[in-house]
């Protein structure tokens, strides 16, 4: 009974050993799990506390890994906010997720969070005043549109490297701005800031 008692007690060390030796990805993403069922039940201190933990983790080697696992944390995040009426934030935390597969989801949500902000009517009006007052950040990733509102505010847009490149590399600021109003003007996002989708 002894040997078979202490087998039992090695046994247990062991696995407790395993547990404690978990790679730190594997906690990160666990951490983005607890953090979407804590998001899911309501409780988003927790949800929130859970995303802290998470981006602190380390998804090893891999850059799509981190890629992945970060804009995991920054949209849960911006749900988050966005539940809470607190837009700002979540177009704070949705400006920090990467280029990728997910930058139209990425969009439709900031601009979603643009117009429960500001009104749809008030959005519009700002934004057909201030269209050709438009900064385009060519020299520094992420390379970004900014168009300054007449309330003061700004709407930020990454620009898509591959398709911006023709923007991003003129040396012509009017050509940059009329560039990039023009191919702005034709998209989606355009006809949801304004109200037509």
């Not at 891999?62 to 995040?77: F, K, Q, T, V, Y």
């Not at 970004?144 to 923007?167: C, E, H």
Request: with cysteine; proline share 2%; aromatic share 12%.
């Amino acid at each position: 009974m002894k040997i078979l008692r202490k087998f039992a007690i090695l046994l247990l060390l062991f696995t407790l050993a395993i547990q404690a030796c978990k790679p730190s990805y594997e906690i990160g993403y666990e951490q983005i799990e607890k953090a979407e069922r804590k998001y899911s039940e309501g409780d988003y201190k927790s949800a929130l506390k859970h995303l802290k933990r998470a981006e602190k983790a380390n998804y090893g080697f891999c850059g799509n890994a981190w890629i992945g696992a970060h804009n995991s944390i920054h949209e849960l995040r911006a749900r988050i906010f966005f539940d809470q009426e607190e837009y700002a934030q979540a177009r704070e935390s949705l400006s920090t997720c990467s280029q990728g597969l997910a930058m139209n989801r990425v969009d439709t949500f900031f601009i979603r969070c643009y117009q429960m902000e500001f009104g749809k009517d008030s959005l519009r009006s700002m934004l057909d005043t201030t269209l050709a007052n438009v900064q385009i950040n060519h020299q520094n990733y992420p390379f970004t549109a900014r168009i300054p509102l007449s309330n003061g505010d700004t709407l930020n847009f990454v620009m898509d490297l591959i398709r911006d490149k023709d923007i991003i590399q003129s040396n012509l600021e009017e050509e940059r701005v009329a560039l990039w109003a023009s191919r702005f003007k034709a998209t989606d996002m355009y006809a949801m800031l304004i109200g037509k989708l």
